[in-house]
């Protein structure tokens, strides 16, 4: 779609809108999704490497194998914590296309809508991460407590 030079002023203000919108949109999926990653490949490895030294050293057998199972949880948890990362987020290219010639007006309504309608599947998938975080942190640190005890009982 090319448009003319006059028509490109006339929808000056229009297209700093959409292209600033689109940039801060894409800068905020961006950094939301390396935090939440950063998370949870955090208590991954934790629970890895607790899990080898646990398996190094000798240990009271039941309640290591119990602290390997929360350990196991911790993990499978911290993989469907990044799993459930995925974020709806706006798409530029079909926004842009379909409100390059409207008004302003009209595009901040849609854009509003999009936003609204977004961070509600958004916000689902959100409770659904902290809750699988939650389980992760918690089975982590039920984790470490058995191994501690399991690790001292042996000595």
Known sequence: MTMTPAELQAQESTL?????EAASRLTRQSDSLAKIDTKAVFLIGFAATAAQFLATHKHHDVLAYIAFAAYAVTLLTGVQTIRVAEHKDLEPRPMI???VRSPKSQVMIELAASRASIFEM???RHELKARYWAVSLWSLVGGLGLSTVALLLQT
């Open 122 to 124: 958004n916000k689902r």
């Open 16 to 20: 700093e809108l959409l292209n600033n």
């Open 97 to 99: 296309v379909a409100h």
